[in-house]
């Protein structure tokens, strides 16, 4: 059994089309990760670029579910 890459898994759920999507209803749809793995996939994408980590209302989220790093809450991430 072959294991789809993060990112493969990613761009088929949340396709690079200029929009935002939420970070804690992407997180729902990949079970199989701890919140952490998540949190790291998410920061590492972000590191090489190819997406990009936003701010966003987080009144509607539960916190627990954002990105939390530097200070900063993301709320939502978009493909660069």
């Known amino acids: 059994m072959s294991v789809v890459p993060f990112e493969t898994r990613l761009r088929v759920l949340c396709p690079p089309d200029k929009r935002s999507y939420r970070i804690d209803t992407v997180r729902s749809a990949f079970p199989d990760l701890s919140h952490d793995a998540f949190d790291n996939a998410l920061?590492?994408?972000a590191g090489e670029h190819k997406i990009e980590l936003l701010g966003g209302d987080p009144r509607e989220c539960n916190p627990a579910d954002l990105i939390k790093?530097?200070?900063?809450?993301?709320?939502?991430?978009?493909?660069v």
Not at 69 to 79: E, L, R
């Open 69 to 79: 790093d530097g200070g900063i809450t993301y709320v939502n991430f978009q493909w």
């Open 43 to 45: 920061i590492a994408l």
